[in-house]
């Protein structure tokens, strides 16, 4: 019994060594994994549906999906959204794709969690200009949503249900790329290019805020760490620049944002708050300038935007026909 166990973990050392496809997954990196989170399929196939529907909006011409299409990685594309009555927004709208793990919601935090955050869009009047009274009301005339909440909740439609419906809609939102694959082991998942610019992302230091599951998504850091960002922008200065500060009234965070995960990144432009670059290309000189106040060969720029393409990932609902 025992030989033929200790012939078992020979021969998988073996297998290890021999086959670096199924080696040991890379333990120590800064960036983890992209893990599924646990969600229950019922309330997320619900929360789907409350994404889908325009009645969430006081005039019915707006919902979630607008602004958060799965075609674009999540995102609308645009440098601001369009609400009801044509209204432009303040901000670049970030993706839903994976933003359950992020530590809190908005770019400025001002959402503690994604069941906070519906009812910053519900309310706000530029975006759904609505109300979970409103809400309830309007899907209480429809017999199958209503029959399905009381399925799935003790309480039936409510102002809880409904963000909750909508968040585990969210968490299901996981997309894991080919980089990951990398991480757990598989050593050719991402190409030579891929993996320089991976390296490189960590020894110019992009990584000290662009970390984690998200890369990204759990820390607030200033926009211009190493030079004047704003001075330097050509556009007058909004209250959406104030970042973080518009919570908290501290001058210590002025400016200070969310750092984005940069999951999907390739398909999310333009970018930043302020969708200042339209380029992933772009984007990345403007974090060597004002974040790290460094200059790069333009070789290792082109490695680490190839680096960054390989986290696009992938969803049903990214493949999924159009509405
Ligand atoms: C009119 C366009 C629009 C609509 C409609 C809209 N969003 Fe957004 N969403 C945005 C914008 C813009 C932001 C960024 C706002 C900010 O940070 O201040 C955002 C932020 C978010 C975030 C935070 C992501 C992050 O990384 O911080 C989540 C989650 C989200 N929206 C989910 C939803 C859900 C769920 C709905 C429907 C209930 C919805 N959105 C409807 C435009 C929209
Ligand atoms: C000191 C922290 C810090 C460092 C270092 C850093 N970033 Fe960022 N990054 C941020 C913050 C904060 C933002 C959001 C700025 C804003 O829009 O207000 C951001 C935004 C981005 C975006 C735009 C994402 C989007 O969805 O709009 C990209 C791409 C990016 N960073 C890549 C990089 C790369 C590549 C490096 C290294 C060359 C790097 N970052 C270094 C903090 C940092």
Known sequence: MKS?????????????????????????????????????????????????DKRLSKD??????????YHT????????????????GAINAPTVFNAANNFVQFWDGRARNLEDQVGHVISNPKEFD?????????LSKDSAMVSEFKKLYPEGL?????????????????????FDRYLQGEAN?????????????????CIACHQGQNVGGNMFQVFGAMN?????????????????????HKESDRHL??????RNVALTAPYFHDASAATLEQAINTMFKYQLGRTAPQQDKEDIAAFLKSLTGQHVLMNAQRP
Do not use: W
């Open 4 to 52: 033929n166990v200790l012939k078992f973990f020979l021969s998988l050392e073996l297998l290890l060594l021999t086959c670096p496809s199924i080696a040991a997954p890379l333990s120590k990196e800064p960036i983890r994994p992209l893990m599924m989170l646990k969600v229950d399929t019922q309330k997320a196939a619900l929360g789907k549906l409350l994404f889908e």
């Open 60 to 69: 019915n011409t707006v919902a979630c999906l607008n602004c958060h299409s």
């Open 73 to 88: 990685g999540g995102v609308d594309n645009l440098p601001v959204s369009t609400g009801v009555r044509g209204q432009q």
């Open 130 to 138: 609505s109300s979970f009274s409103l809400i309830i009301q309007k």
């Open 158 to 178: 409510s102002e809880p249900s409904i963000r909750s419906a909508l968040a585990e809609f969210e968490r299901g939102l996981i997309t894991p790329s080919r």
């Open 189 to 205: 998942a991402i190409n030579d290019q891929e993996k320089n610019g991976y390296q490189l992302f960590k020894s110019y230091g």
């Open 228 to 248: 004047n960002y704003f001075a330097d922008r050509k556009t007058p200065k909004t209250d959406a620049d104030n970042g973080r500060y518009n919570v908290t």
């Open 257 to 262: 944002f969310k750092v984005p995960s940069l």
